[in-house]
């Protein structure tokens, strides 16, 4: 098995894409809406992490997490977070897609890629390009016109406190290193 090597950097910022198995679009469903945010909460009690910015898609999704001073440990925070969804919701997702022998011989279920993206946030100016990743990201995937027309997004909180002016990635691509429209 291969030994994935991640960056642990107590107290950083990361970058997370997550994604679901064979990226079925069962994510903005009310129920899993409902499981996920559930589960956030639940992972945060024991496993504190800022939510700096979040979209969520039909297929995956996107976020900045700020890990508290002294822990580095993101890996387990998601894992724990797929774990308590597909647990505690998986059967009420109705996901009906077969499971293969290696996901039985562990155990899993078939709602989540197993792997997950991140990036170690350098710097503000990094996590600003990121921000605006995240927020346009539901017009590239030709979800809405407008980044505001996306509901599951932070992009409408950092509206409300000035951080965007109202009508942010309305009438213009913002632009960003074209590494990150790779993601």
Known sequence: MPNYRRTKHPGGT??????????QPWLISDIAR?????????????????INAFVLLPNHFHCLWTLPEGDGDLSTRLR????????????????YADISSSRQKRQERNL???RFWEHLIRDDRDFANHCDYIHYNPVRHQLCQSPQD?????????INQGIYPPNWGMSEIPEMFNSIWDI
């Open 14 to 23: 990361y970058f997370l894409t997550q994604v679901t198995h064979h990226r």
């Open 34 to 50: 409902l499981a996920l945010r559930t589960a956030i909460t639940h992972v945060r009690h024991n496993y504190p992490f800022t």
């Open 80 to 95: 724990l977070i797929k774990t308590f969804v597909t647990k505690r919701y998986g059967n009420q997702l109705e996901i």
């Open 112 to 114: 989540w890629q197993r």
């Open 150 to 158: 996306w509901q599951f997004s932070t992009i409408h909180r950092f």
